[in-house]
């Protein structure tokens, strides 16, 4: 399952220009105006907004972060992430592979679940979701939370600010959360429990309702 955007948005269009333009030599001009660029902006952004997300639990408000990656194992990252959760913020993580980030610790991760989904399909899409106190922000793009890719590689995340696809991600993020039956939930002690519809529970399957939904359209 891979993502891919296709915008007219000016600004979205002018920030892998200048991005080249960067690596290549001609300028060296790195405000880039709505793309988080890594090595540049992204890991510095991405800690901002969850930061952001830990104040507003402080304060009352609606926190929530969701994200659909491959890979979860940036310490800086993860420590973020325990903190927010000590707070209050709900997180939950949808990870294919490696995820350094423990769910339920006692007073550190309570707010945590971490999920990983494998089936027919390869599990491939990047999605970042944060509540932010009822004003959402959503991101797609190539980055995993992993130190190589935040320092080490060129990479980009945009934000999606057109409702329909926004309404598409959220349906893409929350089908997984409630999958029943190619979602494995990790534990306390790092091990995966394959979720199972109970008798009486229609089954839920992420991937099935992925393939059916765009037929649809």
């Known amino acids: 399952m891979v993502m891919g955007l296709l915008t007219a948005d000016r ?10 333009n960067v690596y290549t030599g001609p300028s060296f001009d790195d405000d880039f105006r709505k793309l988080l660029i890594a090595p540049v902006t992204m890991r510095e952004e991405f800690i901002r907004m969850i930061r952001r997300e830990a104040e507003h639990a402080r304060n009352g408000e609606r926190a929530r972060i969701v994200a659909k990656v491959n890979a979860f ?29 423990r769910p339920g610790l006692d007073d550190i991760s309570e707010t945590v679940n971490v999920y990983s989904v494998v089936g027919r399909f390869l599990e491939h899409s990047r999605i970042f979701y944060f509540e932010n106190a009822g004003d959402p922000e959503y991101y797609t793009g190539s980055a995993d939370r992993m130190t190589r890719n935040l320092d080490n590689h060129v990479e980009a995340v945009a934000p999606i600010e057109d409702p329909e696809i926004r309404q598409q ?35 839920r399957n992420t991937q099935k309702y992925s393939c059916a939904r765009p037929s649809r359209r």
């Open 73 to 101: 194992e940036d310490p800086e990252i993860v420590e973020e992430l325990y903190r927010a959760s000590m707070v209050g913020v709900d997180i939950d993580l949808i990870v294919r592979d490696i995820c350094r980030l």
């Open 11 to 20: 600004d979205i269009g002018r920030d892998p220009a200048k991005l080249f």
């Open 169 to 203: 991600l959220r349906y893409n993020l929350e089908v997984v959360l409630v999958d029943n039956r190619m979602c494995w939930e990790m534990q306390l002690g790092g091990s995966y429990v394959q979720r199972r519809p109970t008798e009486d529970e229609p089954e």
